[in-house]
């Protein structure tokens, strides 16, 4: 990831979750902010209700690919956070 950094604070989620734009799809939440800073951060969430952590660390793996892949296509300054949801585990890599 060239221009992104993990968002770890657990304010900083709740943050985004109260004031970020949100967007939804069958697979994903996804929350995005605009900050000033000349990177994005990126933050995973991946609930219980998805599974045990082997499931759960896989769909945060195909997510951070997802990202990483597209990632020349965002424009750096942004707090995002993807929530998984159950769909993702089943989900075709194609489709997500």
């Given at each position: 990831?060239?221009?992104?950094?993990?968002?770890?604070?657990?304010?900083?989620?709740?943050?985004?979750?109260?004031?970020?734009?949100?967007?939804?799809?069958?697979?994903?939440?996804?929350?995005?902010r605009?900050?000033?800073?000349?990177?994005?951060r990126?933050?995973?969430?991946?609930?219980?209700?998805?599974?045990?952590a082997?499931k759960?660390?896989?769909?945060?793996?195909?997510?951070?690919?997802?990202?990483?892949?597209?990632?020349?296509?965002?424009?750096?300054?942004?707090?995002?956070?993807?929530?998984?949801?159950?769909?993702?585990?089943?989900?075709?890599?194609?489709?997500?």
């Open positions: 990831m060239k221009h992104t950094v993990s968002l770890k604070q657990n304010h900083e989620f709740r943050r985004l979750y109260n004031k970020g734009k949100s967007a939804v799809s069958p697979y994903f939440v996804v929350y995005c605009k900050t000033g800073r000349d990177q994005s990126l933050g995973i969430t991946t609930g219980v209700k998805l599974g045990n082997v759960r660390n896989f769909v945060r793996r195909r997510i951070r690919e997802l990202y990483r892949t597209n990632e020349e296509k965002f424009l750096p300054g942004f707090d995002i956070v993807v929530v998984a949801r159950t769909r993702a585990i089943f989900g075709r890599y194609r489709e997500l």
